[in-house]
Every structure is written in C-alpha cells, then in structure tokens.
Nanobody, 124 residues
Framework: QVQLVESGGGLVQTGGSLTLTCTDS????????MGWFRQAPGKEHEFVAA????????AYADSVKGRVTISGDNQMKMVYLQMSSLEPEDTAVYYC?????????????????WGQGTQVTVST
C-alpha cells in the first residue's frame, strides 16, 4: 500500500528552524507532485508548499514564502520542508500528500494520498 510518513516535527522557539521529512515508504506508485499542508486547531487545511516529481517546479503559500523551502532527495523518496523564522502562527499538524495526476503544472494540488501528520509547535 502507499505509505507516506512524516517526521521531524517538534517544539521550537519563535525564530527557530525545523526540517520536516516525508518518506515514501510504501509500494511504488506514480505521482506528479508532493506537497505539504498544515492544519492548526480550529482552522482548515492550508496548503504550504509543493514540488514536482522531477524537482523542477515548486510552489509556496504566500504565508510561508521566503521562510520555507521544499526539496527532495535524488530519487524523490524523501521530500523535505525546511522552515525557518518560525512564528507561533506556524503551529499546526503538518501533513505531506501526493498528487497522482499525470502532470502537475506548478499550480493547484490534489492530495490523493496523505500521511498521518507531524506536530509542529512554535512557542513564544
């Protein structure tokens, strides 16, 4: 089965940095983009960033642009979300998701598979 596993969450102080990892650890499957979303208590799911299968295209939410970088290893079995200058408003459960459409054009994202999430808490 498809299995996406997030790791790297934790508690960090305001202004700190954290790198999340999404590991594609299940059966091989075809995907065109991998993305990160987050959900804070009482709020809706929010898109954070996405990267294309071959790493050539990325997209970021305005709320994190300049503070977050999405990348992947050579085989794209691991996708990373490097976050810096973290603020309390970044506190949320962060999820990775896979878009299995044949092509991802760099805009929009359809999450067909999701991980279980990892908690990020930014303290004041």
């Amino acid at each position: 089965q498809v299995q996406l596993v997030e790791s790297g969450g934790g508690l960090v102080q305001t202004g700190g940095s954290l790198t999340l990892t999404c590991t594609d650890s299940g059966r091989p499957f075809s995907w065109s983009a991998m993305g990160w979303f987050r959900q804070a208590p009482g709020k809706e799911h929010e898109f954070v960033a996405a990267i294309s299968r071959h790493g050539g295209s990325t997209a970021y939410a305005d709320s994190v642009k300049g503070r977050v970088t999405i990348s992947g290893d050579n085989q794209m079995k691991m996708v990373y979300l490097q976050m810096s200058s973290l603020e309390p408003e970044d506190t949320a459960v962060y999820y990775c998701a896979a878009d299995t459409r044949p092509i991802w054009g760099g805009k929009g994202f359809v999450g067909d598979y999701w991980g279980q999430g990892t908690q990020v808490t930014v303290s004041t």
